[in-house]
């Protein structure tokens, strides 16, 4: 862990440098979430010593973001894949991820961060559309941190661009999938949302039933949310939505955790008649080969994660244009055409 400068661990750790120099000599004084925090931002730093380049403005963006780590894993993995070899600035990345938490939570980070002050020079997002959340992104650029929201929007806040997918376009090809692959006795569909405070789930899902209302208001729309994409929460949910369904059903996954709903659909005997997931993230991929999911909605997170990167950067003035929201296209993908860069590691 000697390989950085105090400094350096110490502001991507977001600690004293007196608490990182205990660490780093095992002194006492130190508790174990320092230790840890030591410990990630060395590794963090590591990764990221290609795009480190002497002579080049540096720029340390914070991310925070609230999701299950299977996701927050893929969108670090996009946002490393730009990093490196940036021009004309040399970028590096400074993670708050959490699995599930409240409002409260991630205003308290944001604020910890508009705290450091000039330590972040912008803040990348996926957090709750919520009133504190906007309030606090706005605290921000009155200390002159801008902010990107990632995959999901903030609405009424003064960030400066938006960057993922376009979210009514993805509902309606959802339901298009789901009344046109399904049989034609599809007689309801499971919706999941990881929390409907997330505005891009949320105008997902309007946009899908919104859809399904006009080309099959036959069909039952059945919605389950704020489980947090995670496993235990997500199966407890749909296990007491479908208590009483017994035919098979549409599957519409907005957020995720797909292994624990259909292990939960196997458990009570209610076969998906279609199942359409979004991400392909490592469960996914599985499950799309597998032939247990049919199609996921897959938009490219490294697409956005260059969008906000070039926001910042023209935020900075350190490339030309002005920081403009981009929605990335959606892509309708099966176990036949997986994109190319993620097959690696299949049989």
């Not at 400094?7 to 440098?17: H, K, P, R």
């Not at 995959?151 to 661009?161: E, F, N, P, Q």
């Not at 006795?185 to 409907?196: G, K, P, Y």
């Not at 005997?269 to 897959?298: F, K, M, Q």
Request: aromatic residues 2%; without cysteine; hydrophobic residues 45%.
């Amino acid at each position: 862990m000697r390989s950085h400068r105090v400094a350096d661990i110490a502001e991507q750790a977001g600690l004293s440098e007196a608490t990182v120099d205990r660490v780093l000599h095992g002194r006492p004084g130190a508790s174990p979430r320092a230790v840890r925090a030591v410990e990630q931002a060395v590794a963090e730093l590591d990764r990221q010593a290609s795009a480190l380049r002497l002579g080049a403005r540096s720029l340390v963006l914070d991310v925070v973001m609230q999701a299950p780590d299977r996701f927050s894993g893929e969108v670090t993995a996009a946002l490393e894949s730009q990093l490196s070899g940036l021009r004309p600035a040399a970028v590096r990345a400074r993670y708050h991820l959490r699995e599930s938490g409240t409002v409260d939570d991630v205003v308290a980070t944001l604020e910890g961060i508009g705290r450091r002050g000039r330590t972040s020079h912008a803040v990348l997002l996926k957090v709750p559309d919520e009133p504190a959340v906007a309030a606090a992104i706005d605290d921000l650029a009155d200390r002159g941190i801008p902010a990107v929201t990632l995959v999901t929007d903030v609405h009424g806040s003064r960030r400066i661009a938006y960057a993922g997918p376009d979210h009514v376009s993805a509902g309606r090809t959802a339901a298009h999938l789901v009344q046109h692959w399904g049989r034609g006795d599809l007689a309801s569909v499971l919706v999941t949302l990881s929390r409907s405070s997330f505005v891009g789930e949320r105008t997902r899902v309007e946009a899908f039933v919104e859809q399904m209302s006009a080309t099959a208001p036959h069909v039952e729309v059945r919605r389950v949310a704020d489980a947090d994409g995670l496993d235990a929460a997500t199966a407890a949910v749909v296990a007491a939505e479908l208590e009483d369904v017994t035919a098979p059903l549409g599957v519409y996954s907005v957020g995720g955790a797909n292994r624990a709903i259909l292990a939960t659909l196997r458990a009570k005997r209610v076969p998906p008649s279609v199942y359409v997931g979004h991400d392909l993230d490592a469960d996914n991929l599985g499950l799309l080969r597998t032939g247990e999911i049919d199609l996921v909605l897959h938009h490219d997170l490294r697409e956005d994660a260059r969008a906000a990167i070039t926001a910042v950067l023209q935020h900075h003035r350190l490339v030309p244009g002005a920081p403009t929201s981009l929605a990335s296209g959606v892509q309708v993908v099966t176990r036949h055409n997986i994109p190319a860069r993620m097959v690696r590691g299949s049989a």
